[in-house]
């Protein structure tokens, strides 16, 4: 099972995200005439939900509890959800603008997303 390239949770659930025509930044798809970028412009800070973060609880609600210590209510999310696929990152977002995502995304918009907020 790929990606959902989507918004999982918080501003902006179930949202699409997709690539620039160039395919170099990451936007989250609003509606048909708005876009938010995902690059150091707009986005304060992430945190990539890892395999050590998943292992470091024995179940959904341990890793719930872990992911809450570090980003709040979306990481608790997060931590709970833990994808398991390979290519496969879920990441908690906090935006300049104060809003916050938990987004999933394939390989492809992670790397751009990890270079357009270097």
């Not at 160039?22 to 798809?29: D, E």
């Not at 990152?89 to 997303?113: H, N, R, T």
Request: some cysteine; glycine content about 12%; aromatic content about 8%.
């Amino acid at each position: 099972m790929g990606a959902k390239n989507s918004v999982l949770a918080g501003d902006y659930i179930d949202k699409k995200i997709t690539l620039t025509a160039g395919g170099t930044l990451p936007i989250i798809s609003v509606d048909y005439k708005t876009s938010i970028e995902l690059n150091k412009f707009f986005v304060e800070c992430y945190e990539v939900i890892t395999d050590e973060q998943r292992r470091s609880a024995a179940s959904g609600v341990g890793r719930g509890l872990v992911g809450g210590a570090l980003l709040g209510p979306v990481g608790m999310l997060a931590g709970a959800m833990s994808a398991k696929n390979k290519g496969v990152y879920q990441i908690a977002i906090q935006f300049k603008d104060g809003k916050k995502s938990l987004i999933e995304v394939d390989d492809k918009i992670y790397k751009a997303l990890i270079k357009a907020c270097f």
